[in-house]
């Protein structure tokens, strides 16, 4: 039955066929203009951006990875500086740091949530820390308010990793105000990978800030340091998003807000059905903070094995991902002295007890019903 009902981790092709005359007329604009780097549908897409966020200024580069290393560039961070970043994270968040000769301090993570422990933020602050990378990870913000009381506190620098949570709000209790992901620290970083919430038909990315000099340097870095053509005043990179996936991710942005939606939808019918269940956990919500899942993930019970639980979903012919396997301090790459298994509890706890299920905009009741029917009858 599973494979007639063509269950997906994620459903790229039925996407694109709903909304098909756009893309390719998009795309085919392009193609007529031959303006493949740096033509009007960037600019465009900026712009539209910039209104979608409410933010000041959104600079394209060509993925999120680069976006969080150009954001660390742009605010001088030198080689011996130290980036809190969470432990239980894509390697990506990590990654940039070491790249740049800066130092990642790992910090754990809250056990429900996922997010930076903001009580462990405040321990592992020195005087080499330059910043904090809170990641807003499965699509929800970290609890902003405090992080940034946090920051300016030790005056630090606050860049957000928002690849994930991209259209999510944050809504801060102590103001009431609204706010885009990305929007409330110095930087924003988004991946436009195409399997993201708003992601194009190969790689892309974007930074944004609503400091204008601060967004000035952004963009001379991405573009190999130079405000006019072969004037260099900044070591840079070459990092930009390309015609094609700009006109790609116009048209998708349009749609955004339904695709939320939709994602929220399943997000919904699992929280109801799955609740029940006292073998596993739903995700929590922040009360501050909108939800637009780009993961939907499940935390299984201490008597649940959850690899035999991930191998008898694959039976079923039920796709499920794990984020993440391993935590950063265990990877050969990130290996620090001192740190060793047992030194991030909650964050290598996760690493064996989190699963993802399938979560997309074009999930029908038929998949949806097998889903929770089949984790039902697991146990």
Excluded at 70 to 86: F, R, T
Excluded at 127 to 155: R, S
Excluded at 230 to 241: A, D, E, I
Excluded at 303 to 332: A, C, N, W
Aim: charged share 20%; hydrophobic share 40%.
């Amino acid at each position: 039955m599973a494979n007639e009902l063509g269950i997906q981790m994620v459903d790229l092709q039925s996407q694109y066929l709903a909304v098909k005359d756009q893309i390719d007329a998009g795309i085919l604009e392009v193609l007529k203009n031959t303006s493949f780097i740096q033509g009007p549908q960037v600019s465009r897409f900026q712009q539209e951006l910039e209104a979608y966020l409410d933010v000041s200024h959104v600079i394209p580069c060509a993925n999120g990875t680069d976006a969080l290393q150009i954001a660390m560039m742009a605010l001088s961070l030198k080689p011996g500086d130290e980036v809190i970043v969470p432990c239980f994270t894509y390697v990506a968040t990590a990654e940039v740091i070491a790249l740049l000769g800066l130092k990642p301090v790992m910090v754990d993570v809250v056990p429900d949530t996922f997010m930076l422990d903001l009580n462990k933020v405040k321990l592992a602050i020195s005087e080499k820390t330059k910043a904090i990378v809170p990641v807003h990870l499965f699509g929800q913000c970290c609890p902003m308010d405090e992080l940034m009381e946090i920051a300016n506190e030790y005056n630090l620098y606050v860049i957000e990793d928002t690849a994930q949570a991209l259209g999510a709000k944050y809504i801060s209790p102590k103001t009431g105000k609204t706010k885009s992901a990305g929007s409330i620290g110095h930087i924003g970083c988004t991946s436009f990978f195409p399997s993201k919430n708003l992601g194009c038909y190969g790689d892309g990315g974007a930074l944004y800030t609503n400091d204008s000099q601060l967004a000035q340097k952004i963009k001379m870095i991405a573009n190999h340091g130079q405000s006019k053509k072969y004037h260099h005043q900044l070591v840079g990179v070459n990092s930009r998003l390309d015609s094609i996936q700009a006109a790609v991710l116009s048209v998708k942005l349009k749609h955004l807000n339904e695709y939320e939606q939709a994602r929220q939808n399943v997000a919904s019918y699992y929280d109801q059905q799955l609740s029940i269940l006292n073998w596993l956990s739903i995700p929590t919500r922040l009360i501050e903070s909108t939800h637009v899942f780009h993961q939907y993930t499940l935390i299984v019970s201490d008597e649940i094995d959850r690899d035999t639980f991930k191998q008898y979903l694959q039976e079923r012919g039920i796709p499920s991902m794990v984020y993440y396997p391993i935590p950063l301090h265990l990877q050969p790459a990130f290996e620090q002295p001192g740190l060793v298994e047992g030194s991030f509890p909650i964050s290598e706890k996760l690493c064996k007890k989190v699963i993802s299920l399938p979560m997309h905009t074009e999930m029908n009741q038929s998949q949806l019903d097998y889903i929770v029917s089949s984790i039902k009858e697991f146990k």
